[in-house]
């Protein structure tokens, strides 16, 4: 089975800074790798699909990139909004969340 | 706009099965370029995809859970459904059903149910 290792598992940030977030697989999965936004007491919502391609309607400051084994979700500039648990996912694994919080 | 509702009980006693249906309103369970998935969280923790089916009733099972769980397409409903038997107080989870779809990379899961907590206790 393929793991996937998310980090870090918690992050603070201020608004306006850039955030990165990592997803790391232990074996080669191309570019099959999505990112979503978790909400406390929400439904995940998709932000990236297929590494880097965003998904209608997600703010453009969000992007991801990588591919193989290494992959990064940026939040260019923080908005209050985003402060939330993040997840990467691999066809049935996901990471284990990266909570972003205020500082 | 594509919508999913999970509907079923609230409480499971262990040992017995746990049954969950997903109304999907807004689309079609029959489309060819989608799988229909059921991902659980439990309180506090992560995301855990449970599995898919397509259309054609072909399923794709987690293999930690592959033993104890059935799905099930319903066209004429335009519902899927979860069934996971000898529930134990470990499968006490909200659990999501969402739409994958098949034809784009990564194969995201890009609609989600609002979720529903299903508690296993006696």
């Known amino acids: 089975d393929i793991q996937m290792t998310q980090s870090p598992s918690s992050l603070s940030a201020s608004v306006g800074d850039r955030v990165t977030i990592t997803c790391r697989a232990s074996q080669s999965i191309i570019n099959y790798l999505n990112w979503y936004q978790q909400k406390p007491g929400k439904a995940p919502k998709l932000l990236i699909y297929?590494?880097?391609s965003l998904q209608s309607g997600v703010p453009s400051r969000f992007s991801g990139s990588g591919s193989g084994t290494d992959f990064t979700l940026t939040i260019s500039s923080l908005q209050p909004e985003d402060f939330a648990t993040y997840y990467c996912q691999q066809s049935f694994t996901f990471g284990q969340g990266t909570k972003l919080e205020i500082k | 706009q594509v919508q999913l509702q999970e509907s079923g009980p609230g409480l499971v006693k262990p040992s017995e099965t746990l049954s969950l249906t997903c109304t999907v309103s807004?689309?079609?369970?029959?489309?060819?370029?989608?799988?229909w998935s059921w991902i659980r969280q439990p309180p506090g923790e992560g995301l855990e995809l449970i599995g898919y089916?397509?259309?054609?009733?072909?399923?794709n099972y987690s293999p930690s859970l592959k033993s104890r769980v059935t799905m099930s397409v319903h066209m004429s409903k335009n519902q899927f459904s979860l069934m996971l038997s000898s529930v134990t107080a470990a499968d006490t989870a909200v659990y999501y059903c969402?739409?994958?779809?098949?034809?784009?990379?990564?194969?995201?899961?890009?609609?989600w149910g609002q979720g529903t907590l299903v508690t296993v206790s006696s």
């Open positions: 089916i397509y259309d054609s009733g072909s399923a």
């Open positions: 969402a739409r994958g779809t098949s034809t784009i990379g990564g194969r995201p899961l890009d609609y």
């Open positions: 807004g689309g079609s369970v029959s489309s060819g370029s989608y799988y």
């Open positions: 297929g590494a880097s």
